[in-house]
């Protein structure tokens, strides 16, 4: 068995531990934040900042401001349905506005100052 040793905390260190452990003991808990910072043993599971990024290229944005436009459109469509069938009036026009202000989206290039974000 390992030698065991005591630790003078002050108690809202404790309290912080006890609060965010879930099921670890107050130990293991300890141990796996030491090793997340320190880097050290098998249970690293913080991210390494050192590695470089791959860039996202124009074709993968563009795939996604489409994908979530159309995720978009059927959430709209779905909740105007809805609408529909509980028996309120009729949402045609509105889906039709809706779809109106998601084309008439500003390019996602721009940023809110009007500069252009680089992408390779």
Do not use: C
């Not at 320190?38 to 390494?48: P, R, T």
């Not at 470089?52 to 779905?78: C, Q, Y």
């Amino acid at each position: 068995m390992a030698d065991k040793r005591m630790m003078v905390l002050p108690a809202e260190v404790v309290a912080r531990v006890d609060e965010n452990r879930g099921d670890l003991s107050q130990a293991d808990f300890i141990n796996l934040l030491l090793d997340s910072q320190l880097g050290n043993g098998e249970a690293n599971h913080s991210i390494n900042h050192d590695e470089e990024l791959e860039p996202v290229s124009r074709v993968d944005l563009a795939e996604l401001e489409s994908g979530i436009k159309d995720l978009l459109r059927s959430f709209l469509e779905f909740f105007i349905t809805y609408g529909l069938e509980i028996g309120k009036d009729s949402g045609k026009t509105d889906l039709a506005a809706l779809t109106n202000r998601l084309n008439d989206s500003p390019n996602p290039s721009t940023s809110a100052g009007g500069k252009r974000t680089r992408i390779r």
